[in-house]
């Protein structure tokens, strides 16, 4: 099993205020995704990075790989309240002809108005 | 909208019963994956699907199968179940099983033994 680990597991903060979200692992993978998701529904995919030391922007959040793919961080700048979610990185596995993803612990993050 | 759907939405049932859980996959994609949500277990992997054969497996039980069709959509059985059964399942799809491709997760069925 290939373990990625979250920090914090829970997040509570003002709106305006920047977090980081943090997902570590002592494996490699082939590339990593951010996904939210609201109480009673799906993941939804934020975005996937591929290389090593890649950065991306999605507006308000920005997106880290690691150097050696095996971690990532997730930045949100001066955060709303229609932030509020749990928040999942997912490594995708390096073997050959599998897709499987392994989850992390997950953040769940309120913004309080 | 993912464009993938599942059914049912919600399924209650009693220990030692069976259930299926449908799955249909966004237009056009081949691979179907099924994980399991507990609160204290977090985001599960159970197995791949991937047209129509199985591609990978995770920690699916030996009480679980799936299986996937002709027309893509896939079915995820559960027997002998249990009250720790009680999760969400969502099903999710992919265009092909390459690594590092985008999956897009169904709504989920939110499964209650009792």
């Known amino acids: 099993t290939q373990l990625l680990e979250q920090s914090p597991q829970f997040l509570s903060i003002q709106e305006g205020e920047n977090l980081t979200v943090y997902c570590n692992s002592s494996s490699v993978f082939s590339s990593l995704q951010w996904y939210r998701q609201e109480p009673g529904e799906g993941p939804v995919l934020l975005v996937t990075v591929v290389t090593g030391g890649e950065v991306k922007k999605l507006k308000r959040l920005t997106f880290q790989f690691g150097d050696a793919r095996k971690d990532s961080s997730l930045h949100i700048t001066a955060a709303q309240p229609g932030d509020t979610g749990l928040y999942l990185c997912a490594g995708a596995s390096d073997q050959t002809g599998a897709n499987n993803l392994f989850f992390g612990t997950g953040t769940r993050l309120t913004v309080i108005p | 909208d993912s464009g993938v759907t599942q059914t049912p939405k919600h399924l209650i049932t009693a220990t030692g019963q069976r259930v299926t859980l449908r799955c249909s996959p966004r237009?056009?994609?081949?691979?179907v994956y099924w994980y399991q949500q507990s609160l204290d277990q977090g985001l599960q992997f159970l197995i791949q699907?991937?047209?129509?054969?199985?591609?990978a497996k995770g920690n699916i039980l030996e009480r679980f199968s799936a299986q996937q069709f002709p027309d893509l959509h896939s079915e995820l059985n559960l027997s002998s179940l249990e009250l720790g059964d009680s999760a969400l399942y969502f099903c999710?799809?992919?265009?092909?099983?390459?690594?590092?491709?985008?999956?897009?997760f169904g709504p989920g069925t939110r499964l209650t033994v009792l």
């Open positions: 999710a799809s992919s265009a092909s099983g390459t690594p590092g491709l985008t999956q897009y």
């Open positions: 237009s056009g994609d081949l691979s």
């Open positions: 699907y991937y047209n129509g054969e199985e591609r």
